[in-house]
């Protein structure tokens, strides 16, 4: 066997030192504290009086590695190996955190959600005032000296109740008005936290002399006025963990305590994410709200076909009809219903004679139109959507309000649109994949030729559904069972006369147009050029005319 000193030439070599070599974290210099007892406590000192702040910096990146872990090795080699991290990204991957960091992290960002009291997704948090940013950098000269003046502050924390109850009162109000309007699991989340740690939450606030929960995101982290709101976050975290006020979150105790994952997760939270959200909405005004409805819609709809084909493959369907259900893109959203449904309407639907939704359940959302997509598709999914919620029902594990894993979870209710047409589904992009037959013939033979092509040419089964008189669950047994050649010999080929698929030369035809196309574009660009050369000032000349 080859070593390091007869290596064959042009091989690399793995040099193992006496130990591993330590890659050093992320700097956190302002981690928070942990409770008294807690794991990582620092030592008490000047900047730590009560030994539950860290006094002054305590880089984990400044630690001295241990002994004989590089030994070996050069200054060279030693660079190569470790990994830059850059001073203003957050973004943590979820490979990155400990095992099982997912609900304290969910903890962590429901304080941090209540203090800046945005109880829902896409809400858009209060943006930092720029008196109060120089007020709390120039106060304070040294990170011991805030660590000392925050530190008595919050040992007195209840001499602060009458400005909490105010901002509570604020928060609760709030609270109730996006729960109102809204589905929201955050507000639902921050709605279960006691009293006392309401309370406890905005009481540590004001002991730090701020006014409202607003940090900077578009500054450094090192800030005096970013390191107070961390303190006043991550100080009311631990007491709250501590004392089981996040139990209904499955908060980790012993994580809790780790203060530079704790730390981590703030700085994840409000100088990526927060400070993304920020952005787009300065950007787009609207666009935090659609990408949020967008991203939940389509996890929905991805769940909706994947119940879809499970329930297809266990009931013996051919390939050629499961490939109908298994995109996303294929899959209705839907609207939901309207908020403070009353028990007398729930009863008036139910009879019959809501005067608002002649036949629909007020608590049900309204299944959306989708564009293109085959009648006789929707007969037979609706139809499979039926069969396979029965089946759920019926399981023995199900029960009313029953939170599993999401896959197998008992759906919402939906219903199709009564007293007028479906709304239109915001998801436009043609599912690509599905059978020819997903897609209603005029539809598809009114798609340009390049998405007729494309669409084609994804289609590994041509046609997946018989005629529509056929696609109603009493008249699956006729034909659910045929392989692919004969269900088309039977049902297919006559269909898929129907649809205008491109030809080879038409695509011929339509590669020569865009070649075309391109040439005269580019000559375009060259006359232009030629224009700029002979007349600089023309272009500026011309613009001044339309002006």
Not at 13 to 27: F, L
Not at 105 to 121: M, T
Not at 226 to 242: D, G, K, M, S, Y
Not at 462 to 482: F, H, Q
């Amino acid at each position: 066997m080859a070593n390091h000193e007869n290596a064959p030439a042009g091989k690399r070599q793995r040099i193992k030192g006496p130990a591993q070599t330590q890659v050093p974290p992320p700097s956190y210099q302002t981690q928070p504290g942990n409770p008294a007892g807690g794991v990582g406590n620092p030592p008490a000192g000047t900047g730590n009086p009560a030994g539950t702040l860290p006094a002054g910096t305590s880089d984990p990146a400044s630690n001295a590695p241990a002994a004989g872990g590089t030994s070996n090795l050069n200054a060279g080699e030693v660079a190569k190996k470790v990994v830059k991290v850059k001073a203003n990204d957050h973004h943590v991957r979820a490979t990155e955190w400990p095992e099982g960091y997912r609900p304290t992290k969910n903890s962590v960002e429901l304080i941090l959600r209540y203090l800046g009291q945005a109880f829902y997704q896409d809400a858009i948090p209060p943006a930092a005032n720029a008196d109060d940013i120089v007020e709390y950098n120039t106060r304070f000269t040294s990170e011991a000296e805030l660590n000392r003046s925050i530190q008595a502050e919050f040992v007195n924390h209840g001499a602060y109740i009458n400005e909490a109850l105010v901002k509570v009162q604020e928060a609760e109000a709030k609270l109730r008005e996006v729960s109102n309007v809204k589905y929201s699991t955050i507000a639902t989340n921050c709605a279960m936290l006691s009293d006392d740690h309401k309370l406890l939450i905005f009481e540590l606030l004001a002991a730090a002399g701020l006014r409202r929960f607003a940090p900077d995101v578009h500054g450094s982290h090192f800030s005096m006025y970013n390191i107070t709101h961390e303190r006043v976050a991550l100080h009311a975290f631990r007491i709250i963990a501590a004392a089981g006020g996040l139990a209904f979150m499955g908060c980790d105790i012993f994580l809790s305590t780790q203060g530079g994952v704790i730390a981590r997760m703030y700085r994840n939270f409000q100088f990526s994410r927060i400070k993304e959200i920020i952005l787009r909405e300065a950007r787009s005004p609207g666009a935090v709200a659609a990408g949020t409805e967008m991203s939940v819609s389509g996890k929905r709809c991805k769940t909706t076909a994947l119940k879809r084909k499970k329930h297809l493959v266990g009931e013996a369907f051919q390939p050629h009809t499961v490939h109908m259900v298994e995109d996303a893109g294929a899959v209705s959203d839907e609207e939901p219903p309207p908020k403070n449904v009353t028990m007398e309407a729930v009863q008036q639907a139910m009879a019959g004679v809501s005067p608002v939704l002649p036949a629909n359940d007020p608590r049900a959302y309204i299944i959306c139109e989708k564009e293109g997509r085959n009648p006789k598709v929707t007969v037979f999914v609706r139809d499979v959507d039926a069969e396979r919620r029965a089946v759920e029902l019926r399981a023995s594990n199900s029960r009313a309000g029953k939170m599993t894993h999401l896959f197998d979870r008992v759906e919402r209710l939906r219903q199709v649109k009564v007293g007028g047409p479906a709304p239109k589904s915001k998801r436009t992009k043609l599912p690509v994949g599905v059978p020819l037959d997903y897609y209603d013939p005029v539809f598809f033979n009114g798609l340009t030729i390049r998405e007729r092509n494309d669409i084609a040419n994804a289609a590994k089964f041509k046609i997946g559904l018989p005629k529509a008189e056929l696609c109603v669950r009493s008249k699956w047994g006729k034909w659910k069972g045929l392989d692919y050649e004969t269900f088309m010999n039977l049902h297919g080929n006559e269909q898929l006369e129907l649809y205008d698929i491109p030809t080879r030369a038409d695509m011929r035809r339509l590669a020569e147009y865009e070649e075309l196309e391109k040439k005269l574009i580019a000559q375009l660009e060259e006359l232009d050029m030629i224009e700029e050369e002979i007349d600089p000032e023309a272009n500026d000349d011309m613009e001044l005319v339309t002006q």
